[in-house]
């Protein structure tokens, strides 16, 4: 599934204007409750959920807060696209903070995502299918390779 | 999903003897067309398998031919339990090459599922209620904190 297919919750914070980026805003406890909420929801519903930690007025001392209260779960992975993901569950499981770099290595975008497995981990039926072509070309080769030996 | 509910299949070799660990045994192969059976059979029913590999009669240059023709894919992910558990997506989609180490460091174990995502990659519906309860803690602390100051 599609990143844009998940719905992306716009959290309100206190403040829009964020001055120094070494302060905390005080909007990153709003998103604690926030984050609390949808994982109730996913629990009670199974529907999946992401902030967008970009579209949000958060400074670096913020997220690095947020980063250190949701701490770093048993499951870490990465997604070699064009650029590299990382998607590493938090000592919450179901919360899991996922980054998009872009193919220089550049953050392109940070979310949030509060559900039991990141979309990007799940392979896509007409990706297996293509993979299941490539394995019976290999099969095949390997037939043909011993008939000609 | 504990690993031991997913259903393992037994692979009938063309040989229950290997004497040279350095040589291939032909076995490899064999395996080949289960991993694109069972692909196969996870298209047309979803539902998933893992193959034992250490229960099967295969050399170190079996399993070396094996990763070989299977590659690395888009996904790489670590799982920390007692010991580690890697999960790698192999260029098959759908096709995992999933090891566990024991708290030694020591392979424990060498599967290969066939699946979307691998059942331990999940986030489980009782631990995501008991995150829940720690995020909620520590929401609760702040809001003492932030009313004893």
């Given at each position: 599934?599609?990143?844009?297919?998940?719905?992306?919750?716009?959290?309100?914070s206190a403040t829009n204007q964020i001055g120094d980026?070494?302060?905390?805003s005080g909007n990153?406890?709003?998103?604690?409750?926030?984050?609390?909420?949808?994982?109730?929801?996913?629990?009670?519903?199974?529907?999946?959920?992401?902030?967008?930690?970009?579209?949000?007025p958060?400074t670096?001392?913020?997220?690095?807060?947020?980063?250190?209260?949701?701490?770093?779960?048993?499951?870490?992975?990465?997604?070699?696209?064009?650029?590299?993901?990382?998607?590493?569950?938090?000592?919450?499981?179901?919360?899991?903070?996922?980054?998009?770099?872009?193919?220089?290595?550049?953050?392109?975008?940070?979310?949030?995502?509060?559900?039991?497995?990141?979309?990007?981990?799940?392979?896509?039926?007409?990706?297996?299918?293509?993979?299941?072509?490539?394995?019976?070309?290999?099969?095949?080769?390997?037939?043909?390779?011993?008939?000609?030996?």
């Amino acid at each position: 599934m599609p990143l844009d297919a998940i719905p992306v919750v716009v959290v309100h914070s206190a403040t829009n204007q964020i001055g120094d980026n070494a302060v905390l805003s005080g909007n990153a406890p709003v998103l604690l409750h926030e984050i609390a909420e949808l994982t109730r929801k996913l629990l009670d519903s199974g529907e999946s959920s992401a902030i967008d930690l970009r579209a949000l007025p958060l400074t670096p001392a913020d997220l690095d807060w947020l980063r250190e209260a949701l701490g770093q779960g048993q499951v870490a992975a990465t997604l070699e696209a064009e650029g590299e993901s990382t998607l590493s569950e938090t000592i919450c499981p179901g919360v899991w903070w996922v980054t998009h770099h872009n193919e220089n290595g550049a953050v392109a975008s940070e979310f949030i995502e509060v559900t039991f497995v990141p979309e990007l981990l799940k392979a896509h039926p007409d990706d297996v299918r293509i993979g299941l072509e490539h394995l019976d070309l290999l099969i095949s080769d390997l037939s043909n390779d011993s008939v000609s030996t």
